[in-house]
């Protein structure tokens, strides 16, 4: 994907005219139609918070993309994550401290008043939407806390407090995920009977709406749950009532489901159960499980899948039970992680990972690559301005900066997806790819990279390196190559963009995602015959190394990080694996993801199980039976099919 801001602009205007919009209906309250004009041609150059917003407003999620910002946008990220981080970890004081010092240091009241300054705008907006936070979290008056609400509203959506109640405000119109939980946070804090209206209003919105999948799991739950608890305060008495919650509350789950996320799925669980029991009574009595009945073998085993469900071809006795043990497993591994199992506030929807300082890619690069500020230099600008970049004392134009990278041979996309190209088709062809190898579908696999071969350049490295990566993955999973002759496909396709011994050389280090892919590929084999494996475990061991790095790559940490651990296991590194496996579950439960927990938890147990046959102390005791079931469970909910099968035959053969 490539940003720079002539491509930018023909990204939008693809997005835009796909969907038939308006372009005074994307950028209305973030700037007037003749900046967006000028954005669109390349004439405007955005931050990428401006980019985000707009992308938003089209129904983007940005956790696609690796973005390079320079330094002075790059500091101002840095607080607004660290001010998020602080929520999640619910250290209050902290967080408010450093957002009332964010407010005055970047003089966010003197420029919201400049019509150019379009940061501004989307800041004051966050500034608002995190004292909300805050105040919330010290259970201020809620009129007072609808107040914060409507400042920070008023930044961007016009013409709300009226017309929430109204379909037509919602007609013609786009809002972004932020703009979507604050709509749904406003409203929750009205008078019932206007909340019940305004809210229907927005879970419609949502249901009908071009937000991508992650997007709507984002904000679809919350506002499906809200609608029950509004619902709930003003009495629900009749069938027809309970039957549309629960429609919307399964259909809530299956989005958290499909996109491996757990935002208010706790709650939801425990609302569904509520639900089905005011159509039938006795099964709450019937049903009064705790965890250690996951144990019981006729209910949870390999056919647990086929049984119990969420969905409508399951009987609510069924779906009752699915809910239940689903509600018992989420509430163990969040005490386990010690990690507050309700939701109890939307920072998720401000995290914005993989985000890099142009300056300090400059820098980190060119001394991986042993060049001199002489040869970076040479024809495009004196050395004095590479040294004051580097240590950013300057600011130079992106023209200059593309050179540079080009020099470095590094990608000159400041905003990119894996693949380089402004083709919104050749992306969705990509996403159906990564399902596909996912379901082990490899014929449709080939198939689709066939097709995504007419959308792309091969002469652009990047393109290159992600075609070579995974017709390689595909090869070795139809074992159709040996692992040694993998390795050496891998190393061709790293090599499209940097040659290996860099890329597994000590010292501080920039790799994009497609070559930590690479040497994450490369690991993955796990054979202890091939020199490869163990450098590229010690490159990536040392790649995150503090609390920064785990919170701006945690998708990237979970994906590189557990095979390490696993690789660590295989060694008879139990500790080290087990602190790795604990680091990334903790991190993945305060994020509220369910990527990689049934993996981690099956890890664990592994670990325990080595110690146990090799007569090694035990950290702590496991019961081996309970955990297999938690691990189906949590499998069957994240709809893994092929994880669930494979912790259903271990169970079977005990």
């Known amino acids: 994907m490539v940003y720079d801001s002539y491509e930018f602009g023909k990204y939008l ?162 809002f972004s995920v932020e703009e979507l939980n604050l709509l749904i946070e406003y409203v929750r804090y009205l008078p019932v009977s206007k909340g019940i209206t305004s809210i229907r209003n927005i879970v419609k919105y ?58 208010y799925l706790y709650e939801l669980l425990d609302a569904k159960m ?30 647990y899948m086929d049984r119990y469900g969420n969905t409508g071809q399951y009987s609510f006795e069924e779906q009752y039970i699915w809910c239940k043990f689903a509600s018992l497993v989420l509430d163990d591994i969040y005490a386990r992680s010690k990690v507050r199992k309700d939701t109890f506030e939307y920072c998720y929807i401000y995290v914005d990972r993989d985000v890099y300082c142009i300056e300090d890619v400059i820098r980190i690069w060119r001394k991986m690559l042993k060049m001199s500020m002489g040869n970076l230099c040479r024809d495009i600008c ?31 996309e400041f905003s990119r997806t894996e693949l380089t190209t402004s083709d919104i088709n050749a992306q969705e062809i990509l996403r159906q790819v990564r399902l596909c190898i996912n379901n082990g579908n490899s014929d449709k696999v080939n198939e689709l990279l066939d097709k995504l071969n007419e959308y792309l350049d091969f002469s652009n490295a990047q393109n290159k390196q992600i ?52 040497i994450n590929n490369i690991l993955v084999t796990k054979s202890s015959e091939i020199k490869e494996v163990e450098e590229c ?48 579950f903790v991190n993945t439960m305060m994020n509220r993801r369910l990527t990689i927990v049934p993996k981690v938890i099956y890890c664990l147990l592994w670990n325990n199980i080595q110690r146990e046959r090799k007569n090694i102390s035990q950290k702590c005791d496991m019961d081996k039976e309970l955990e297999l079931r938690k691990c189906l469970i949590l499998n069957d909910i994240a709809k893994n099919y092929l994880n669930y099968k494979f912790i259903g035959n271990i169970i079977q053969e005990k």
């Open 13 to 174: 205007t693809e997005l835009r005219r796909k969907y038939n919009v308006s372009m005074n209906v994307v950028c209305d309250g973030i700037c007037d139609q003749s900046v967006m004009s000028r954005i669109e041609n390349g004439e405007r150059e955005v931050s990428k918070l401006v980019q985000d917003r707009l992308l938003g407003r089209l129904g983007v999620a940005p956790e696609n993309f690796e973005n390079m910002v320079f330094s002075d946008e790059y500091e101002r990220w840095k607080v607004r994550q660290k001010i998020v981080n602080l929520i999640m970890n619910e250290k209050i004081d902290s967080a408010e401290e450093l957002l009332e010092k964010m407010y005055s240091e970047n003089t966010l009241c003197e420029r919201r008043k400049m019509i150019e300054d379009l940061d501004a705008v989307l800041e004051m907006q966050f500034y608002y939407a995190m004292k909300a936070q805050i105040q919330q979290y010290k259970n201020v008056d809620g009129k007072q806390i609808r107040g914060i609400y409507k400042q920070a509203l008023k930044q961007t959506v016009n013409g709300f407090e009226k017309s929430m109640g109204l379909n037509d405000f919602f007609k013609n119109r786009r």
């Open 206 to 263: 949502i249901e009908t709406s071009n937000l991508d999948k992650l997007a709507k799991a984002k904000v679809y739950p919350k506002a499906v749950y809200f609608l029950y608890m509004l619902e709930s305060k003003r009495g629900i008495e009749n069938n027809k009532k309970i039957m549309k919650l629960l429609e919307a509350i399964t259909e809530a789950i299956e989005y958290l489901r499909n996109s491996l996320r757990i935002f």
């Open 274 to 303: 509520k639900l089905i029991s005011m159509c039938d009574e006795s099964l709450a009595e019937k049903y009064d499980f705790h965890i250690a009945d996951l144990k019981n073998k006729d209910m949870v085993d390999v056919n």
């Open 382 to 412: 004196s050395e004095r301005t590479i040294s004051r970049l580097e240590r950013k004392l300057m600011k130079p134009q992106a023209a200059q900066i593309h050179k540079l990278f080009e020099r470095l041979g590094l990608s000159c």
């Open 467 to 518: 075609m070579l990566r995974m017709k390689a993955c595909i090869m070795r999973k139809e074992k159709r190559i040996s692992d040694l002759e993998f390795v050496e496909c891998i190393k061709e396709s790293l090599e499209c963009t940097l040659p290996y011994k860099v890329a597994v050389a000590d010292g501080e280090k920039y790799m994009s995602n497609g070559e930590i892919s690479c």
């Open 537 to 584: 475990y010690n490159a990536l061991l040392k790649l995150y190394q503090n609390d920064d790095m785990i919170m701006n790559f945690l998708s990237m940490y979970e994906f590189v990080m557990q095979p390490v651990a696993s690789y660590c296991g295989n060694c008879g590194k139990y500790d080290d694996s087990d602190n790795i496996e604990n680091t990334i």
